[in-house]
């Protein structure tokens, strides 16, 4: 029931001397708790006597269907909590949440069932089972009936491990009212643009979330080769204080720094959400390795054979950011432009891709122009790949230089919208020709064009083109999202999904990256799914 009057009945703000509960009136801001505070205030609650009951989602819209699952929550218990995912970890698609995570912990703290609210500040429920210990953790019947699959992961069966670890217990409801907030949003609210909107009404003809996400499982067993270059990304934030008093120069304050591992270390993670075989290969340096720190990084899906340059560090991006607006202002890179792979080692290289090449169904080059990709290792790729999965970059180091042509041929190709027009030489033609020109010079069997906030564009001979929006206009940062994409679109097309299933598949992944700094983490198939159900309601 929505309460619309200043103060709720609430059961814990003073303790009377005989050591029982009382209840007092209490405006609705004094239920929304800190998640610390609200932890301390579970423990005096149970300390006396009462049941904790923890209801957990992102409640953007709330519905009659969590009305009558609050009522049912209740039943089991003396307290109920009620705690929301914070607006930075909503991955539900373009224009989620609706409303921001203060409005929405007010509407819940309106309703005079719930006796305390509090934001979450992490994507899933853990750290709030982990705070309030409660002792009944409360699901919709819809979880229950949901069916597993052996290959994605589900945050549920976390859930209840940790529940149970406290002393508490799952339990599902079995309302009869049962509401999807995604689908009423969808279906009643102008979330989408509608370019969006009109894509996902269309696409929803020929596709469910079930079909697409079944054939995750199906991807599980690809053995995937990824061979390029490797960058540590570092990330610097500061403050800045003024100018300097003798120099026109703008002084920044250090704070902290962060460092991530980068380039093709980064897509070797994001394959493995996909696929549980996943080798990768590259080059790092003599002095600076950073082996240790990339080993801790990688998925244990991913198995890594190291080489090494004669002299000099592995790549260092280092990127300099407002601690405050996280605007990137400048950036230094620690690279040997003129660095030439060692004969003795490309050898080695040879050598290993040689034998391992035929053991892999995939073969995922991610070539950043920072030469490990010899003329030699490139034929021999070409020659000896069963399927090539193909990107080339251009990038301050190698504007221009660094350009898909340079490989004889692949089977799939992914590349921006630039890369592909200094890869013709055309800078003003029409996109789609510049794209047919590509095909057909590389024989390749599809190419994707990513073209940053405009989304994709895909084509083979067979289908045509096919064009997908981008999805999402939540933007942290915007580097690796083009890896993420080509990542996880690759095993993919190997897998003879349809390109209009590749590109949006490739746009979700795409989404999902922009929303986090740098590659803090990597993609993960149950984010994916969630954020494809939803899509897809």
Known sequence: MIHDTKFLTHPLESKPKHGTISKMKVGTDK????LATLANISQ????????????????????????????????????????????????????????VQQLRAEVLAAIEIIDYVAIVNSPS????????????YIKGPDYKNRKPQKTIPT????????VEKHGGKLIYTDDEIVFSSSKLISEYLDVYPK?????????????????????????????????????????HYALPIGKSSKEPVLVHQYIYSESYIGGVLATANHIAALSKHVSLVTLLGKQKSFK??????????????????????????????????????????????????????????LEFLDHEIPRHDLIVVNDFGHNIMTDAIIRLICR??????????????????????????????????????????????????????????MRCRLVVVTKGPNGSLAYTKENGFYESPALTDKIVDRVGAGDALFAITAPCVYAGLPPEEVVLIGNVAGALKVQIMGNKSQIELVDMVKFINRLLK
């Open 195 to 235: 370019k969006t909107k009109n894509y996902l009404d269309a696409f929803k003809k020929k596709y469910t979330s079930e079909m697409i996400i079944g054939q995750f499982e199906k991807m599980s067993d690809i053995k995937a080769l990824v061979i390029g270059d490797a960058i540590i990304d570092q990330y």
């Open 384 to 441: 000896k790949a069963n399927f090539l999965a193909l990107n080339v970059q251009t990038n301050s180091a190698n504007f221009g230089f660094n350009i898909v042509t340079k490989y004889p041929r692949a089977d799939y190709i992914c590349i921006d919208d630039q890369e592909i027009r200094l890869a013709t030489h055309d800078k003003h033609g029409n996109l789609q020709m510049l794209i047919r020109k590509i095909y057909q010079r």
């Open 31 to 34: 239920k929304i708790k800190r």
């Open 125 to 136: 429920s853990i750290d709030a089972i982990e705070a309030v210990k409660p002792d009944f």
């Open 44 to 99: 005096k609650l149970r300390s006396a006597g009462q049941k904790i009951v923890l209801c957990h989602g992102v409640f953007d819209l709330v519905h009659p269907g969590h009305i009558k699952h609050f009522q049912s929550a209740k039943r089991h218990g003396d307290i109920l909590i009620v705690t929301i995912t914070a607006d930075k970890y909503v991955n539900k698609g373009p224009g989620r949440p609706i409303f």
């Open 292 to 349: 240790n720190f990339i080993i801790r990084k990688l998925r244990p899906e991913v198995t890594a054979k190291f080489y090494f340059q004669s002299r000099g560090s592995t790549i260092i991006k280092r990127r300099f950011l407002d601690v405050n607006t996280k605007q990137k202002l400048f950036q230094i890179s620690y690279m040997k432009d003129e660095f030439i792979l060692p004969e003795k080692t490309e050898a080695q290289v």
């Open 155 to 162: 945050k549920l069966q976390e859930e209840k491990s940790t």
